[in-house]
């Protein structure tokens, strides 16, 4: 049986999902796996990958949502980004973007923060 924690996090996923489709993205992956991490959304628009972390709440109490996406969480996003882009052999611009969603009673409102981070150059 899925937590609270697991099913609103699940529901944000969904609307988050529906959210890019209509905006005119073609989702490719979700919950995509390399060895511990995780990418919630793979899309694609024109000619850009985007790799979408989805944060979901059930009110602003504890914050924006968006800011639980730490510099460490980051780093993972970016390892896991950089897999997939060999592993599927893409050529594409990408970018990582941040949704996140509040769900207050049966409504959520979804915020999209295209370009969220960046990967540092070392």
């Keep these: 049986m899925k ?9 944000g996923e969904i609307a988050a999902r529906n959210y890019l489709l209509k905006q005119g993205y073609e989702v490719l992956e979700q919950n995509w796996r390399y060895k511990k991490y995780e990418i919630d959304i793979i899309a694609k628009k024109d ?4 790799f979408v972390e989805v944060k979901t709440r059930k009110n ?24 997939y882009l060999i592993e599927k ?28 981070f960046y990967p540092l150059l070392k």
């Design 47 to 50: 000619e850009t990958l985007v």
């Design 89 to 116: 052999d893409v050529e594409l611009e990408s970018r990582f973007d941040i949704i996140a969603v509040i769900r207050l009673n049966n409504n959520h409102t979804v915020k999209h923060l295209e370009g969220a």
């Design 3 to 11: 937590n609270n924690s697991q099913k609103q996090g699940r529901e």
């Design 60 to 83: 602003g109490t504890f914050g924006e949502p968006e800011l639980s996406v730490t510099r460490q969480k980051q780093g993972f996003l970016i390892a896991a980004a950089k897999q």
